[in-house]
């Protein structure tokens, strides 16, 4: 997992996918369409979508296998709570088709994020991660995206 500033993305050894990504990434705003982007066929695309966010209970609790996540927020801010998908058991096993597998949450984070705007985060496919918790119970409206890059294309 990294969490950073979007401004320096570059002080990571990702190569051009990296790269690719990230000049996407600064091409969006506040007032981008909700809709999926293709930046690179189905190996790197992104997703802007917007919601409130909720309580802890109401959050899912998942990973990646396909796919490393890169998060980033146009407004509001919200909270992920991360963990090492060794620590976890599984709920609901990995499926293709919604590229996840989905964990009981039954123990508490030891990495807690307030993510907001001007930051990132990435999750890799170890980093199991349960986002769009309220900070301090007060559910806000967020604007976000979510980049997907193929493990296969970081170096």
Known sequence: MIVDKIQN???YPFGNTWELAFNFLK?????SDEQKYNILNDDI?????SYETSLRE?????????????????TGR???????????????PYTEVK???FYKKDI?????????????VMFFPKDAHMT?????????????VVIKINVKLIN
């Open 9 to 11: 993305w570059g002080d």
């Open 27 to 31: 091409t969006l705003t506040i007032d």
């Open 45 to 49: 695309f992104a997703v802007v979508t």
């Open 58 to 74: 109401e959050a899912i609790l998942e990973t990646h296998r396909k796919y490393i996540d890169i998060q980033a927020i146009f």
């Open 78 to 92: 919200e909270r992920i709570e991360c963990y090492s998908r060794d620590e976890l058991v599984v709920d609901i």
């Open 99 to 101: 590229e996840a597998e």
């Open 108 to 120: 508490n984070s030891n990495i807690l994020i307030d993510l907001y705007p001007g930051n990132f």
């Open 132 to 144: 769009s918790i309220s900070i301090n119970n007060k559910p806000e409206f967020i604007k976000k």
